[in-house]
């Protein structure tokens, strides 16, 4: 099987210039970042893909034993890198996928140019004991994730429009929902656990190249906080807070999102 056809690989935008490649949070795919590919490609080539499990991909090639941790998802990040051989790339991930671009800039770092940390989370989940706010309780993740098991169709309905945020535009909301129920609901759960269990706050230290952490100014999966220890955490990092609110900047502020993008491209390259 081909990395290209296994995460439904596009490319497009401009050859030879700076390359951007975007990956999707859970729940969600490539298409999610349709918004802000035209203007990304002005001035970049722009890779999209698909995670295992989610979109286009060639589902035969998901496993729970590959896709069990965010180890499967980085080397298919680091593959589809090896594969297109365009040389060091901007990683830019989404919520999860963040912490994806981390732990692979961390293993091959001259794969990358830099790292766009979009609403990132390197744990979900509060520890008071060292001072740190994810922004969930143990209990509420557990009650999410038995919700989840027990209902994933009503579920996505409930929390799509609480992770979208931006309640005066409901649209935004019936598309997040849309993309969860598009999602194979035994690969979803395993997924959610790999999302919403995983603690990476010691990886980020290990990150070497040019970061941007941008996050929104109101994020009820992401708060501010979480986005202030990730740039504490990696050296050399730049934070910026964006206008947007909710958890999608790609889609309730593409514009502003991609700019952001842009303008950190210009600078690293």
């Given at each position: 099987m081909s990395v290209r056809s296994r995460n439904h690989v596009t490319v497009s935008g401009r050859p030879g210039e700076?390359?951007?490649?975007?990956?999707?949070?859970?729940?969600?795919?490539?298409?999610?970042?349709?918004?802000?590919?035209?203007?990304?490609?002005?001035?970049a080539t722009v890779v999209l893909?698909?995670?295992?499990?989610?979109?286009?991909?060639?589902?035969?090639?998901?496993?729970?034993?590959?896709?069990?941790?965010?180890?499967g998802y980085t080397e298919d990040v680091l593959e589809i890198c090896h594969e297109l051989a365009l040389g060091p790339v901007t990683f830019v991930g989404h919520s999860v996928s963040a912490m994806m671009g981390v732990l692979?800039?961390?293993?091959?770092?001259?794969?990358?140019?830099?790292?766009v940390l979009l609403a990132p989370s390197p744990c979900f989940v509060d520890d008071p004991a060292a001072g740190y706010r994810g922004g969930f309780s143990a209990e509420d993740i557990d009650e999410l994730l038995e919700s989840l098991d027990a209902n994933y169709l009503g579920w996505s309905g409930a929390m799509a429009p609480v992770i979208?945020?931006?309640p005066e535009r409901?649209?935004?909301?019936?598309?997040?929902?849309n993309s969860f129920c598009r999602t194979d609901p035994d690969i979803a759960r395993v997924f959610a656990r790999v999302t919403?269990?995983?603690?990476?706050?010691?990886?980020?230290?290990?990150?070497?190249?040019?970061?941007?952490?941008?996050?929104?100014?109101?994020?009820?999966?992401?708060?501010p906080e979480v986005g202030a220890?990730?740039?504490?955490?990696i050296p050399g990092s730049r934070l910026v807070t964006l206008d947007?609110?909710?958890h999608c900047p790609q889609l309730s502020a593409p514009e502003e999102t991609a700019t952001a993008i842009a303008d950190f491209v210009r600078a690293v390259r």
């Open positions: 700076p390359v951007v490649m975007l990956a999707h949070g859970f729940g969600c795919d490539q298409h999610m970042w349709r918004l802000m590919v035209p203007l990304l490609e002005r001035e893909f698909d995670h295992v499990g989610a979109g286009r991909s060639d589902l035969s090639a998901w496993s729970r034993e590959r896709y069990s941790t965010l180890d692979a800039a961390a293993r091959e770092p001259e794969a990358f140019a830099g790292l979208m945020g931006n409901p649209e935004l909301g019936e598309e997040l929902t919403f269990l995983s603690d990476n706050r010691e990886d980020l230290a290990g990150v070497t190249v040019p970061t941007l952490v941008a996050q929104c100014s109101v994020d009820a999966i992401a708060p220890f990730v740039h504490a955490r947007a609110t909710g």
